[in-house]
C-alpha cells in the first residue's frame, strides 16, 4: 500500500479478489461477496468490510491497518438511498459518504465493487503518540489513533493539570481540563466536534477537554512526521489512549507524550 502525503489524495489500486468482514451477524454481506466471485481472507484480504457503526470502523483499522475499508451500517437510517434503494440525487458530505446500508450495498455496491477495473482508495491521516516518563524512557508502546489521541484526567473528580509545547512555538501552555486531544481531521467529526463545535478537513488539531480557561483550539492544515506536540503532566495522573481503544497507559506527575502524524494511513474504497 501506498503511503500518502495529505488527506483526501486517490489512488488507483488492482481490482480486489478477497475481502474480510468485522463486525456482528455479517453472515448475509459474506454470501453476497462470495457469490459474486470474491474470496475470503481472514489473513492480508484486499479490503476490509466494516459492518456496523463508528466504533466497529475504528475496530477494523486497528485489525486491519491500512487495507482499504468500506463502511456498511448495520441499521436502516442511510444518507445514500432511499427505502427502494435508490441512490439519492443530493451528494453526501463529510464522514457520512463513507457509509451504506446493508440495501445499499447489496442492490448496488457489491455488484460494482466486483465490475471495477481497479480500486480507487481516499487515504486519511493518522495520528501516533508514545508515552515517556521524566527520565526519557518510554512507558509501554507507540500507539496509533484514527481519530484521535486522548490524554485524560485519571480520576473524573480531579481535573488534569500539564503543559503544551507545540513544535511551532515552544513557550509552554498552561492548563487545566479534563484532558487534551490530538485529533485527525477524520476525527475532527467526532469527539473533537463535540468539545470545540469545529471540524475541519486536513491535517491535525489539538484541544483541550472542558478547560478551566478557554482556549482556541489549534489546527495545522498540513503537518510533517517530525513536528511533534508535547503533553507534560504537571499535577494529578493521565491516562493515555488512542480512540476508543482498551490499551490504556497510566501516566504520572513529570511522565509526558510526544504526539504527530503517522507514517500510516487510512484507506477507504470509492464507489
Not at 475504528?58 to 427502494?84: G, M, Q, T, W
Not at 448496488?108 to 465493487?113: C, G, P, T
Amino acid at each position: 500500500m501506498r503511503k500518502s502525503i495529505e488527506d483526501g489524495q486517490l489512488f488507483n489500486l488492482k481490482p480486489p479478489k478477497s475481502f474480510s468482514i468485522i463486525g456482528k451477524n455479517s453472515n448475509k454481506i459474506k454470501s453476497s461477496l462470495t457469490k459474486l466471485g470474491f474470496k475470503f481472507k481472514k489473513s492480508n484480504p484486499d479490503f476490509v468490510v466494516s459492518f456496523g457503526g463508528d466504533g466497529t470502523l475504528l475496530a477494523s483499522e486497528r485489525i486491519y491497518p491500512s487495507i482499504p475499508k468500506i463502511c456498511v451500517r448495520h441499521d436502516s437510517i442511510c444518507f445514500k438511498c432511499s427505502k427502494n434503494g435508490k441512490v439519492l440525487t443530493h451528494p453526501v458530505k463529510g464522514r457520512e459518504s463513507l457509509f451504506y446500508c446493508s440495501n445499499c450495498f447489496e442492490k448496488f455496491v457489491a455488484q460494482k465493487l466486483f465490475n471495477m477495473p481497479f480500486m480507487k482508495v481516499k487515504s486519511y491521516i493518522k495520528v501516533q503518540a508514545s508515552a515517556f516518563n521524566s527520565k526519557g524512557i518510554q512507558i509501554g508502546k507507540s500507539l496509533l489513533a484514527l481519530n484521535e489521541i486522548n490524554i485524560m484526567h485519571q480520576k473524573p473528580q480531579q481535573a488534569l493539570r500539564g503543559q503544551i509545547i507545540l513544535f511551532d512555538n515552544k513557550k509552554p501552555i498552561s492548563f487545566v481540563s479534563d484532558g487534551v486531544l490530538i485529533a485527525s481531521a477524520f476525527g475532527s467529526s467526532g469527539y473533537f466536534q463535540s468539545c470545540t463545535r469545529k471540524k475541519f478537513n486536513k491535517g491535525l488539531a489539538v484541544a483541550l477537554v472542558n478547560p478551566v480557561r478557554l482556549w482556541k483550539p489549534k489546527i495545522y492544515s498540513s503537518i510533517k512526521e517530525n513536528q511533534k506536540i508535547k503533553v507534560i503532566v504537571n499535577r494529578r495522573h493521565g491516562l493515555l489512549y488512542a480512540d476508543n481503544s482498551e490499551e490504556i497507559i497510566k501516566l504520572d506527575v513529570g511522565d509526558f507524550v510526544l504526539s504527530s502524524r503517522s507514517k500510516e494511513c487510512a484507506y477507504f474504497i470509492e464507489i
